[in-house]
């Protein structure tokens, strides 16, 4: 009897006990202590000053010079040693006939087309690998699709919603794959990615347990490589963390964590570290034609120096040989497998994304926002991004160009959708969007599966007959995973011999090596990327006290160059006033400094204007009619680095105006001269930019003119004055009045 009575009290106990062990459990897997990138020491403690009060600065390794890349391209084809044999012969020397080929003048293992994020990154994996490595790009590192992302690095929280409803089990691997990179993205490049919390507003209460489960499933799946957890913010609260977002109607929000990233930049420095460990790596090089061997098999391939054209002189084609050719085009991957077989079929169906931006007012610094519930059933994201903010995207089918232009219906259907979830009382105006955008999305077919099968957002990689290699479709979160499996099909196509580096570039220019053996297998996932090794959140403030930065200035230039900041903030050229002391700016709205073009045509091979405003230092992404300002200024210190002629300047001008009308720039503007620019014509007129704000005037500023001039406000903001003069014509292809998304009949499904 006192057992039973006993049983009964302990039993509840027990329960008791084992769900508040359960509870703490789950308590603390939530709460515990994270590894979050960024947060730890730098690998490299910044420079100290020594004996006798002697500064101490990094001694970095430089990458080879252009013209010494295009020279070893030319070895492999034997150019150069032919001309050594004549020169020889001339001279009265004998030539050199015997067959020992140095190792210089032996082909490459690899030669990769495209500098995209998948061109650099099998560069990058396979010089690790110990192969030798050659990348060409016709343009610059990511001039494309590359630099015209969203700037997320996501697993996808609609794709998981997506495998969940529909059981498909690719879209489900996709996220995974995608949740495990983006923590090797944010390990490898701390300087450039960062943690970013992004809100999902809640409008109905039977939405709070729906979208708690799926952030609690994307958590779980992201297991030891997640960092925060997602959480439930009431009403109040998230109003207070978003304090735009449209009360009426609002419950509640969750918010979930991903990475955000700077995409042109961590291109680059994915080319520049392939370099430093020494792949031969070239921008503006232009493939014309490939070459067979007798057997049919690829064996190299034609090129010219795109420069030497704008220099206005006849590019040479020249040879470059290989034992294998990947194709990393992106968009453009079936011109190139139709210069291996002109049958082929088409495997790329090109989608277009717009993209605008928006001034940082539009949202808080450190939050952003998801709408998964547009007019049309698509998900917008709406982010914060280099202090102004971005919106977006469409998805639209469209024609493969160059520089495609984003058009005045997706522009304006997207900022409708913003102004849906924000206070009524914030108008969404025409006039500040800054810059706009469209990326062309190379979504892929798989040409050994059946039509009906549609197209897929991972990736493909393929080899033809002929032995051309191609890798295609996939997305920005999921290029170190593309390169890996890319390498490892080429090492088994072509018969490579991976190896060991024995004594690798010191990336770091220290001794301090990255924690991890390069023994011939593939290593990304632990090689940190050029400027990651001395980075650490408070380099900024050593930078400040030794060259006298201004402190916006100093931050930007940590997080975009890592610890090469040090060697920007050099660069850079004294302002002669008390404070700051060095740094002249480029654009007095954004903190980029002239010591960036010095040090992106010195280091990063840049070559035109437009790779310095637009992939190196972001200004045209950010603001077009700003872009365009500084544009005399970039020009006039590339034009001191490079001995560029009047004829050259020119041509500078005329082709980087043409690339901002790209990017959004109104095209009253783009017949400005350079004379014009300078002179502040840029802001001198009576368009949308003049009504868009309250200016000075003769009359007394009394309340009945006030209340006129407020009145006068309201309407022109109802009116038409808010629209561009010359509306822009889209390059996407949508029904005129059609939301520029894909529809289940649209030609890019089909």
Known sequence: ???????????????????????????????RPRDIPGTEAAAVPPPTYGEGGVFRPPQFPNVKSRDEQIADLKRSGGVVSKVADKAKTWLGGSSTTSPVETVEDEPYDLLIIGGGATGTGIALDAVTRGLKVAMVERDDFSSGTSSKSTKLVHGGVRYLEKAVWNLDYNQYKLVVEALRERRYFLDTAPHLSQWLPIMIPLQKWWQAPYFWVGTKFYDFLAGKENIESSYFLTKSKALDAFPMLKKEGLVGALVYYDGAHNDSRMNVSLAMTAALYGATVVSHLEITSLEKDANGRLCGAKAKDCVAELNGKKAEEFTIKAKG?????????????KMDDQTVEEIVAPSSGVHVILPGYYSPANMGLIDPNTSDGRVIFFLPWQGNTIAGTTDTACDILQNPVAGEEEIDWILKEVKRYLQPDINVRRGDVLAAWSGIRPLV??????????????????????????????????????AEETVDEAIKEYGLQPKSLVNPT?????????????DGTCQTHRVRLVGAHGYSKTLFINLIQHFGLETDVAKYLCQAYGDRAWTVAALSAPTEQRFPVRGVKISGLYPFIDGEVRYCVRHEYAQTATDVIARRMRLAFLNAQAALEALPKVIDIMSEELNWDAKRKETEWKNSVSYLGSMGLPKNKLALSRKDVEAGHVGKYTDEDYHLYARHGESDPDEEACADLFSMAILLNKTSLDKPD?????????????????GKDSSVNK
């Open 325 to 337: 050719i990947i194709n990393a085009t992106g968009p453009f991957t079936d011109s190139i497998r």
């Open 1 to 31: 009897m006192a057992a039973r009575r006993g049983s009964r009290f302990i039993k509840p106990l027990l329960y008791t006990a084992g769900a508040g062990a359960i509870g703490t459990a789950a308590l603390y897997v939530t709460l």
């Open 726 to 742: 010359e509306l822009l014509e889209s390059d996407s292809k949508f029904p005129k009045g059609h939301n520029p998304v894909v």
């Open 506 to 518: 010191l990336v770091s220019g220290t001794e301090v090596k990255d924690e991890l053996p390069l």
């Open 445 to 482: 077919r798989d040409p050994k599966a059946g039509k009906t099968e549609g197209l897929v957002r991972n990736h493909l990689v393929t080899t033809s007959p002929s032995g051309l290699l191609t890798c295609s479709g996939g997305k920005w979160t999921t290029y170190r995973q593309m």
